[in-house]
């Protein structure tokens, strides 16, 4: 039993014995060899500057004369002159009268629509299978979230659910449908002229994209009074704000160009001038990148300076926005991102080759592990951090190694570097 326990433990001091070896040897490789390596990737540097300021656009109220409002265009749509762009229901009855006639508007559609189909499409077992396809086909594009088409898919199945009801019927002719047509309208004519009575149409005064919400700072912020506006007057319209107007159905955007206003450090202001584009980045209630033209610059106050973009595009996708914070894009620079520990500059000997003539010159590079050897890839630097730079691979002198790649492996530290050197 003693003896057991004896060889049990000369063989827990060996086992500790050679992990002590080991842990003292790998401590003593890397004092020696201290080789460390990062994996180089494509990066972009981005030069930002975050300004807070208005949308200014070229808008037009649309007054009502008060009732329920139902608002006919989507947020962004384009309307012609003369245009119904709301309905104005002095009642419930007239709201309710409303949803009658939309319904009786859609069965017509639909009875229209079967009544141009071909008759033999009304065979009931291929009725029935169209239906059943009609219904797959609604359900996939429902699933995958492609609502472009949705509305004309929905169209087509309840046309052929209106053909299978008609073909089962009594009379499953074109007569049966005509009958059904001729009724709908009549009904629809009767509720028609009795909205004339208590139902209002809003009609645009003149063409530009619709929108839905006013703000109040339709008369405050125009594109005429943007020549005079100073960093202190984009202060007093924060706390002032807008006053909305109740009785507005919505507003017409009458100008394709709009305004994003902002004051701007002086030392920022100084960065740019008039003419000068930019990318712009939306990112908290809309996001989208938009090309601007910077359109003025006003006098410093205080530190400060006001500040005027303008852009022709995506009108329709930001006539939500009023008083947003942005990022002006000054520069982006893209290249592999390295640790700037591991860039070193190298003196390289050149021979001519028709002298003959040796000419050392210095070259920027990086260490590259390439199997067991270090290799020396030179690189151009395009930008500089405070732990990394961007660098452009260059191709080698030799014609024969690659250039530096995103993706290998670069060497940060090592003893005795040299090209070639086996460092594994």
């Known amino acids: 039993m003693r003896q057991g326990t004896l060889l049990n433990k000369a063989i827990m001091l060996v086992l500790a014995a050679a992990v002590a070896v080991y842990l003292l040897a790998s401590a003593w490789d890397s004092l020696n060899n201290p080789l460390a390596t990062v994996i180089s990737y494509r990066y972009a540097s981005v030069d930002t500057v975050e300004a807070t300021g208005f949308l ?31 309905m104005l229901y002095q009642n419930a009855a007239a709201l309710d009268r409303r949803q009658t006639i939309r319904q009786l508007e859609l069965e017509l559609d639909q009875l229209r629509y079967s009544l141009r189909r071909d008759d033999a499409s009304r065979d009931s077992a291929r009725l029935s ?29 309840r046309s052929l659910v209106y053909q299978r009801e008609y073909t089962y019927g009594e009379a499953g002719s074109t007569e049966t449908l005509e009958a059904a047509i001729q009724a709908r309208e009549a009904d629809l004519a009767a509720l028609s002229a009795q909205s004339a009575a208590d ?14 919400v006013v703000d109040g700072y339709e008369a405050l912020l125009t594109p005429e009074g943007l020549s005079a506006l100073t960093p202190s007057g984009l202060d007093a ?37 008039e003419g000068f584009r930019l990318p712009v980045r939306f990112s908290r209630d809309w996001s989208g990148e938009v090309e601007m033209t910077v359109e003025s610059l006003g006098e410093p106050e205080h530190g400060r300076v006001a500040v005027v973009l303008s852009s022709n595009r995506f009108l329709s996708e930001t006539t939500l926005l009023r008083r947003q914070t942005v990022e002006l894009v000054f520069d982006t620079v893209e290249g592999i991102r390295i640790p700037k520990r591991a860039v070193r500059v190298e003196s390289r000997t050149a021979v001519d080759s028709e002298t003959g003539a040796e000419t050392a010159r210095q070259v920027t590079g990086v260490y590259v592990l390439v199997g067991a050897q270090a290799e020396f890839k030179p690189v151009t630097v395009l ?9 452009r691979a260059e191709t080698p002198e030799d014609g024969v190694r690659k250039t530096l790649r995103a993706g290998d492996e670069v060497i940060v530290t090592a003893r005795d570097l040299f090209d070639g050197k086996v460092v594994q």
């Open 129 to 157: 299978q169209e239906v059943l396809e009609s219904m797959a086909e609604l359900r996939a594009a429902t699933a995958a979230k492609q609502l472009t088409g949705l509305e004309k898919q929905a169209m087509s199945l």
């Open 199 to 212: 139902t209002v149409r809003v009609t645009a005064a003149q063409s530009g994209i619709f929108s839905g």
């Open 56 to 86: 200014v656009r070229q808008e037009v109220l649309i007054p009502s004369s008060g009732g329920t409002v139902e608002r006919l265009p989507d947020e962004g749509e384009r309307v012609a002159r003369g245009q119904t762009v709301a």
């Open 237 to 273: 319209l924060v706390r002032q704000g807008g006053q909305t107007d109740e009785s507005a159905v919505g507003k017409l955007i009458t100008d394709a160009t709009w305004y994003f206003a902002c004051a701007l450090p002086e030392a920022d202001a100084g960065r740019l001038y």
């Open 383 to 391: 930008a500089e951090e405070e732990d990394y730079c961007l660098v």
